[in-house]
């Protein structure tokens, strides 16, 4: 069955770093667009980054550019978030998604993983 799950959550002060990691499987990882979500508090899920399929285009969030870096490596259908420079509004559940649209699309999440930043 599919799988995503995250790790490298935590607590963290400001100005920190922490790197995500979300290994996946039961599908064919390096044919999907993968993108990390968060959810603070109240709020609504938020698109952070996200990455095509091959790897070559990134896309990013006003609020982390400069700051969040996205990869993936297809060999170990596993995608990454770099995280510097961490602020208090950072603080949320970071999720993984893998999207593939066409005839038929399919759109599959991790459970989330915490990230908390404060002194």
């Known amino acids: 069955q599919v799988q995503l799950v995250e790790s490298g959550g935590g607590l963290v002060q400001p100005g920190g770093s922490l790197r995500l990691s979300c290994a996946t499987s039961?599908?064919?990882?390096?044919?999907?667009?993968m993108n990390w979500y968060r959810q603070a508090p109240e709020k609504g899920r938020e698109l952070v980054a996200g990455?095509?399929?091959?790897?070559?285009?990134?896309n990013y969030a006003d609020s982390v550019k400069g700051r969040f870096t996205i990869s993936r490596n297809n060999s170990k259908n596993t995608v990454y978030l770099q995280m510097s420079n961490l602020k208090p509004e950072d603080t949320a559940v970071y999720y993984c998604?893998?999207?593939?649209?066409?005839?038929?699309?399919?759109?599959?999440w991790g459970h989330g993983t915490q990230v908390i930043v404060s002194s």
């Open positions: 998604n893998a999207v593939r649209l066409g005839a038929t699309s399919y759109n599959y």
């Open positions: 039961g599908f064919t990882f390096s044919i999907y667009r």
């Open positions: 990455i095509s399929s091959g790897g070559l285009i990134t």
